[in-house]
């Protein structure tokens, strides 16, 4: 597959990376000779320099053997005008454009009249991510498909409950009034594929799948009994931490920090009920004032990854109980998760975002990247004919599914089932696999296209 990304920035540049990981044929075309120069020194792609919505450069980046274009400048209207013109300059193209302003995302009309194919919005999908890890507490991050009626939730086995030591038969036997299933479990940052005999540690990160309606249920059994999120702080109130706000002010006791004056004076405009206090979230005496002690969960969500981290511990050692903080750098993810309970990726979250769509026109239905892009879920289809399909008819233990690959459900029409082995598969299914090692996912296409000996 031919890709051509616009824009060689953070996410541009990051994108380009995954994809040739990949194996696909990836041109990346940036008006910034220095920002190519420095791709192309690191991964084997072509780069072209100039202007992104200029059809000469379109022309000399090979747009018409490309199969998608992801449009991902830093400015919304050159990724409109570049989708357009691709969708002139070949008509069988894919267009995947980042929008962030308001008036242009999610708008039919620009849709259309752009050949715009799928577009996204990194605040709005970061946003919720972090409204997910807030609205199921004791949960490090919620996925959903089927129309939000099946959940992949990610939760730490905690010290609150019995289950820790206990094996994974042990802990069925314990909550068998509800049916879900485990198909992965982080230790020590490594993937253990889980078995009936797996035990289970405090601070093992346990991913399971279950009917959304359930896991507020379940989640007690491996995180102990957690508060509603009633009394939330945000620290920023920019994109995120307004759209973070704007979800929960009405039903929670919602307080923003921000130190710039006139964007207090805009979200004291845009939100109805949350609190706006001027002021600096690594201000001791601030937090203290505020009674931070008696909030049920601090977001750290400036675009300053020191800041978040700095304020997060802050409110920490001045015992709130729970943090969610935005950190950029890998590095100090890696090292400060564990410390600060919840961390969120945004440019790990955008790609994964960016990736399902780009997949989307493969194979695969909805993909969530999970693990900072170690992981994936992924939901295939069964389209085949009974008689064609190699999955028809066969139950779960007897497909030969790729090493490092775990069904753990099926959506059939309205219902949701969640896979044991004996469960069997029927044309039409859509099946949700959990992925610990992305080179299954080759294996897993063409695994698909297998038919029926």
Known sequence: MNILVLGAGKVGSEIARVLVANSCGVTVVDIDAGRLLEIQSAHDLRTVQGNAADPEILQ???????SIVVAVTAIDEVNLVACKMCSLLNNKIKTIARIRSPQYNNTPIVQEGFDIT????????????????????????????????????????????DIAGSTIKELRQQVAEIDYRIVSVYRDNKSITPTGDTRLFVGDDVYLLVVADKLK????????????????????GGNIGKRVAARFEKNSNVKIIEINRDRCRILSQELSNALILKGSATDEGLLKQENIRESDIFCALTS???????SAMLAKRLGVTKTAVLINRPAYADILGRQLDIVFSP????????????RGFGEFNTMYSLQHGTAEAIEININDSAE???????????????????????????????????????NKDHIICFISNKKAIVQLEKLISRKKE
């Open 60 to 66: 000399q980046a090979g747009i018409a053997d490309v």
């Open 118 to 161: 799928h577009s996204f919005c990194p605040e709005q999908i970061v946003a919720e991510n972090v409204n997910s890890a807030i609205a199921y507490p004791g949960c490090l991050s919620v996925h959903h498909f089927a129309n939000r009626r099946l959940a992949l939730a990610a939760i730490r086995v905690s010290s609150k409950t």
């Open 217 to 236: 249920e379940l989640t007690p059994f491996l995180a102990g009994i957690q508060n509603e999120n009633k009394s939330i702080i945000i620290a920023g």
């Open 304 to 310: 300053d990854d020191e800041e978040n981290i700095l």
């Open 347 to 358: 440019s790990q979250i955008t790609i994964g975002s960016v990736l399902t769509h780009i």
């Open 388 to 426: 064609n399909s190699y999955f028809t008819g066969r139950e779960i233990q007897e497909i030969e599914w790729p090493e490092d690959t775990l069904p753990g459900a099926i959506i059939r029409d309205s219902q949701i089932l969640i896979a044991h082995d004996t469960t069997v598969i029927e």
